[in-house]
């Protein structure tokens, strides 16, 4: 199994953390270091999430989250998954 996070997510997240004023850095570590704890659970918790509404394919779902949206693509045969972007809904 293998948790893989695009550029796209990347680039995304540093823009959501950079959000964050100087004076809360440790709110934005606890929300970053959520975000991963949500991620590494995805395989355990992957029956929970719903087909994504940004994508019309029924292999990339959706994690829905205090008002962000992550979708992911799971790879069943590779058993792979791919953190496409994280964005506010």
Same mark, same amino acid.
């Given at each position: 199994?293998? /948790?893989?996070?695009?550029? !796209?997510?990347? !680039?995304?997240?540093?823009?959501? *953390?950079? &959000?964050?004023? $100087? &004076? #809360?850095?440790? =709110?934005? %570590? $606890? ?9 590494? $659970? =995805?395989?355990?918790? /992957? #029956?929970? +999430?719903? %087909?994504? !509404? *940004?994508?019309?394919? &029924? $292999? =990339?779902?959706? /994690?829905?989250? %205090?008002?962000?949206?992550?979708? +992911?693509?799971?790879? %069943? &045969?590779?058993? !792979?998954? *791919?953190?496409?972007? /994280?964005?506010?809904?």
């Amino acid at each position: 199994m293998q /948790i893989l996070c695009t550029e !796209t997510y990347q !680039t995304q997240l540093r823009s959501l *953390l950079e &959000e964050f004023p $100087n &004076e #809360q850095l440790d =709110i934005a %570590k $606890n929300f970053k270091l959520y975000l991963d704890t949500v991620i590494i $659970n =995805i395989p355990t918790k /992957i #029956q929970k +999430f719903k %087909k994504s !509404t *940004l994508f019309d394919n &029924e $292999n =990339i779902k959706d /994690i829905e989250h %205090k008002g962000l949206r992550i979708p +992911f693509y799971y790879e %069943k &045969e590779s058993e !792979t998954y *791919l953190i496409l972007g /994280i964005v506010k809904m």
